[in-house]
């Protein structure tokens, strides 16, 4: 009888421990975003932050929480991912996405996926109804079509804006415009933590403008543009893709809180190193398994927002932090 109660105790005790805000953070790019798109982008990552947590209230899954956040700001002309893209030498968009559960490390991505308004629910199709953790090109629009994910008519996600990036790029090449190469900003992620200290976590992008047909970026990669583990954390990431890619810059920030960083120390110490070793900028939100928030970028600015109860946290500049009642 005692050892019952004890047990009883025990686990009403970590029921309490255990019991914590839940909070989607966002992100809508790292990159030399100009003055002109700032309150674009602040909007877009408000209102992607805002549905998420919805999901999180309202019962659902972590998963389900980021997939939302992440579809909002791919169905934004303000962000480089779904409509509103980069586009590749040939002019067309070709998307890279991936979404990782911290429970069981299951994850899914796609790239190079043509024609689909949301590339990241076709990631979370990929984790969950198939074996493999990346599908490809062809292999991915063809599985999209067999899951009766609908496409878009070809050229239906191309935006004016990202045209014009297009036209600016081959004139001048690299230029460090919001969307050349250089600057490529807009790539968008999400992480979330449920009461009960479930994490995921979910990246979605159309890569840099003037890349070549084919490229894939870090956004799909698992432990380059996101990674998720209930045990420390939940990271998604923004910024140059092969710079990123060749850090493995979220397992890299996974790793300094595996070794005891908070998470904006680990955010922090990765993205600092990455700049010492790269040439290129990039930027990260984290959430650590106890629920404290990592968000720092190397780029002079990155969106990002979450919300916390009534209230709505959000910045685009280094320094930032401003708080509005929703
Ligand atoms: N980080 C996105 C890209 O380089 O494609």
Redesign the pocket.
Known sequence: MESFVLILVISLFAEIRCKMEPIVLVHGGAGDIPDSRVSLKITGVKKAASLGYKVLKNGGSVVEAVEEAVKSMEDDEAF?AGYGSVLNLDGDVEM?ASIMLGSNLLSGGVTVVKDIAHPISLARLVMEKTPHFLLAGAGANRFAKEQGVPSVPPGSLVSKYAKEALEHFMKYGDNGTEMSGVG?VG?VGAVAIDSKGRLAAATS????TG?MAG?S???CIIGS?TYADDNVGAVS??????S?ARFCLAHAIIYEMRNGSSASEATAKALKEMKGRLPNT?GAITISKSGELGIDFTSRRMAWAYQVKDEMHFGIEHGQHTKEKV
Do not use: C, L, M, Y
């Not at 992008?205 to 840099?208: K, Q």
């Not at 990431?237 to 092969?242: C, L, P």
């Open positions: 480089n890279d490529e790539t992008t159309g890569g840099i890349k490229r970026s870090d956004t543009g990431t923004t910024g140059h893709g092969e990123i990039a």
